[in-house]
């Protein structure tokens, strides 16, 4: 196909396409009626974040959404947007505006495609099947084509998959390589069938840690669908309140996605919520995908000792062998998950910089940086909570 052919169209809002269009795009996998890979890039989900004020005017996220379309037909889409700062994407790139501003520049706005608020590993290069080539090929250098005409510093695809990192670095953006912790399901048929594959140690450790928690004086219970309550989430949103206040000063998410999302997307999320004393006291928010249970957020009136981890990590461990899902990610971050089954896995993102020096400073920096985090991949993983091969331990 001749590239001549492709018009790319940046939107200003997600009502400007319906989500027929769009899904087609984002999630063809579910046109069978099942569950896309992961919710984070349906139609459904951005436009409850574009609809509740989540993000748009005064947040720092200025939907920017590019389509390519072939004989008006829409093809491919990315979720773009343009950024006033660095805050809500968990590729952190601070140091990068510090020096470039240091040096006389200026480094926002910059472009952004992402889910905002959401470190998940999923497509950002969205295509209709059949036009997998040419349409990553018309988002790619469509994006890098304004990103250039808009003279902004730089752009980043975050949380892209490793095949996007591939295609990426072959049209010439720098892959970027980082960590997070994921559990893994391998074929469990419960929790139990996963604390056998752990050393002796460590399962009497996470055997005594869901004890405690389940200990804490009142009732743990999971929703999802038609069980989930409005009574549900005005509790986390306190919880969520809570997280948000103490990790980035203010809530990224405005109450009305949660209200939004409750009317939209209750088959998409299982809400875990410990009630004490006639009372909801702790909850932490998944979101199920196709293969992957998402862990998102989490939150507290009350502490106990260990509930964190059973709100967030054993109950989606559950859920996950429940469903009969690949793997759980649990966000960003956390050294401590290791110990709880969840294994150090790579992830990708992609970057354009616009001056030359600058870009030839971060393209060596990455290079090392991968390197660097390669190495405590395979470090943590040795360290991790499973038993060793030649190791043969009883119960």
């Known amino acids: 196909m001749d590239q001549a052919q492709i ?3 940046v939107l200003g809002s997600l009502s400007q396409v319906s989500a027929q269009d769009w899904d087609a795009c984002a999630c063809p996998e579910a046109a069978d009626g099942g569950r896309p890979l992961d919710p ?3 139609h459904r989900f951005l436009s409850a974040l574009e609809e509740s004020g989540s993000l748009g005017p005064g947040t720092g996220w200025q939907p920017q959404y590019l389509t390519a ?8 889409a990315a979720p773009l ?7 809500g994407e968990y590729i952190f790139d601070h140091n990068w505006a510090h020096a470039y501003e240091r040096a006389g520049g200026r480094y926002y706005p910059k ?3 992402a889910v905002p608020f959401t470190p ?16 990553q090929s018309a988002l790619v250098q469509g994006m890098v084509q304004l990103a250039a005409d808009n003279t902004v510093s730089s752009l980043h695809v975050t949380f892209c998959t490793e095949a996007e990192a591939e295609i990426g670095r072959e049209m010439g953006l720098m892959h970027r390589t980082t960590q997070q912790f994921h559990w893994l399901n391998d074929g469990y048929a419960d929790f139990d069938g996963f604390l056998k594959a752990l050393s002796s140690r460590k399962r009497k450790t996470l055997r005594k840690e869901r004890r405690q928690a389940n200990d ?14 409005p009574e549900h989430w005005d509790a986390f949103w306190m919880f969520y309140q809570d997280t948000g206040a103490r990790k980035w000063g203010s809530p990224y998410l405005t109450r009305q996605f949660f209200e939004i999302a409750h009317d939209t997307m209750g088959d998409d999320m299982a809400l875990v919520l410990a009630e004490r004393n006639g009372a909801y006291v702790a909850g932490a928010l998944n979101f199920i995908g196709r293969e992957t ?3 998102r957020y989490w939150g507290c009136i009350e502490h106990h000792p260990c509930l964190h981890f059973e709100l967030c990590y054993y109950r989606a461990i559950d859920l996950a062998i429940a469903e009969g899902l690949h793997r759980v990610e649990a966000g960003a971050q956390g050294e401590h998950k290791l110990a709880r089954g969840y294994m150090p896995t790579q992830t990708h993102s992609l970057h354009w910089v616009g001056d030359p020096g600058f870009a030839d400073a971060i393209a060596k920096y990455l290079e090392a940086e991968r390197e660097a985090i390669d190495q405590e991949i395979e470090l943590l993983t040795d360290y991790g909570p499973f038993k060793k091969v030649d190791v043969e331990e009883q119960q």
């Open 81 to 87: 947007y343009a950024k006033s700062h660095s805050q």
């Open 120 to 135: 998940a590993t999923g497509r950002r290069f969205l295509v209709k099947p059949g036009y997998e080539g040419i349409g």
């Open 7 to 9: 018009e790319i169209q």
């Open 40 to 42: 984070f890039t349906t």
């Open 293 to 295: 249970l998402f862990g």
């Open 111 to 113: 472009l952004q495609v």
């Open 69 to 76: 379309y072939l004989d008006g037909m829409m093809i491919a």
């Open 216 to 229: 804490f004086g009142g009732t743990i219970q999971t929703f999802s669908g038609d069980e989930l309550r």
